[in-house]
């Protein structure tokens, strides 16, 4: 691409509230990419748009522009529909897990092109890796016939999806510009875009452990990632849901694991089946198959065959045993009555602190890590009963878990949960 543009100019304007064209866009993603534009440029840009915000148009030319800096997949010589679902990530989500078999054995594949966990959400690929021998990396022909063969497949991105996008979010990161819906919205959606899928589900999270605190943030944030979606030919529809309290009973890698098979076995917790069912209808009416009853294929076993054959597809053994903390630490209940605060947030960085997610990208993660609840908000709970079990490889690290939940439980507090679903929005 030519050098038609000045960066200075391109912050200027967006400084000062002038619309920026699709060619001054195209142009400072690209040169950003390619290392024309360095770090400073690009975080005084980024700041400008924390503050100004995008108009849809400009929007649309960034997204656009993030996908173009790799490569768009084609899935069409799949020969069946395709969809994918993103969440914006929670405490114990690991819906993803169950839901990509089960929309797989109803007749659409799943391609997930899933990230790694930073800060208090866990990672898809991090729960996934405490299954032995499972493994993240799948390259470009074994993925296809994965999907051809198994139907669905959960794997690590290559540096071909999106490339702008990591560069922007690693900036981002350290200039504090995550928090912009426009940059958020076109960072999440040139990824799911470029990916390839006919349909996409979004699981857009609001409450105390999500990025999104408000509902009408998430709210906003479903919005412009539906327009988006749809405005590049995908068919995209988001439910917004609760984050206030952390997702079915347990929030680590190996117990994520543990609770989705028990899912794939008709059992579960009632949440988490409930929204893996919910997404799964969503799924499959967006990839033109609502004559199927995703509840069916979870009773009768044909998702728990599919799990099976994904996992073993990429390496893993799926009757192994999952690894087990060396460490555990009991938190009793405080009080008798009603559970009505399980503080979300505070369970995922006590989960982190216990070692199951990374403060930094080149962190390990501990498979065995995490805490299990043993009763939902909600739920009647006695004086003196277990209610946390926290587990770590490293005893040392529970006083600071500890830490972390100061707070997160109440009991009678008067509080009311949001419901589960809380929107759903469309086109
Ligand atoms: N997840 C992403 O992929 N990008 C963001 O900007 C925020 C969450």
Redesign the pocket.
Known sequence: MSNAFDAIDVIRAKRDGVPLSAGQIRWVVDAYTRGVVPDEQMSALLMAIFFRGMSGDELAAWTQAMIDSGERKDLSSLGRPTADKHS??GVGDKITLPLAPLVAACGVAVPQLS?RGLGHTGGTLDKLEAVPGWRADVHEEAYLRQLREVGAVICAAGNDLAPADKLL?AL?DVTGT?ESIP??AS??MS?KIAEGADALVLDVKTGSGA?MKSAEDARTLARTMVGLGEAAGVRTVALVTAMDRPLGRAAGNAVEVAESVEVLAGGGPADVVELTLALAREMLAGAGRDDVDPADALADGRAMDVWRAMIAAQGGDPDAPLPSPAETHVVTAPATGTLTRLDAFSLGVAAWRLGAGRARKEDPVSAAAGVVWRAGVGEQVTAGQPLLELQTDDAARIPRALEALEGAVGVDTGEQPLPLILDRITA
């Open positions: 914006t990530g990230g979010y981002r995550v940059l958020i960072s999440i990824k990025f």
